[in-house]
């Protein structure tokens, strides 16, 4: 298993990239929450992978709980306000560092 240095440059990666995006929407279109949620769901490309997307963080965050009980992973609720402000791709990153750094 990658060491949690790794897992934690990928949510890294994962906040970066996303924002990227997300920052030239906001500066094009203001910092509108239902605008933004409304072209998520712009069309049907964008609307799967939105769906796709909340569905697996959602069962993400259901795994990752029980997960953490489990393991002992002491700050398993970062992965919450992780979700909601950037989504899977610092969410995942960052529990499999946190159980890795728990588990060395």
């Known amino acids: ?6 897992w934690f440059a990928l949510a890294v ?3 970066v990239i996303p924002w990227a995006f997300f920052g030239g929407w ?10 933004f949620v409304t072209d998520l769901f712009a069309n049907g490309a964008a609307g799967g992978f939105s769906a796709d997307v909340m569905i697996s963080i959602a069962a993400f965050w259901l795994w990752s709980f029980f997960d953490a009980r489990r393991e002992g992973v002491a700050r398993w609720w970062l992965v919450l306000p992780a979700g909601f402000s950037v989504g899977l791709s610092l969410a ?8 890795e750094k728990e588990s060395a």
Request: proline share 11%; aromatic share 12%.
């Open 1 to 6: 298993m990658p060491s949690s240095r790794v």
């Open 13 to 15: 990666f994962g906040t």
């Open 26 to 35: 906001f500066a094009q279109n203001g910092l509108s929450p239902l605008a």
């Open 92 to 99: 995942l990153p960052l529990y499999l560092g946190l159980r």
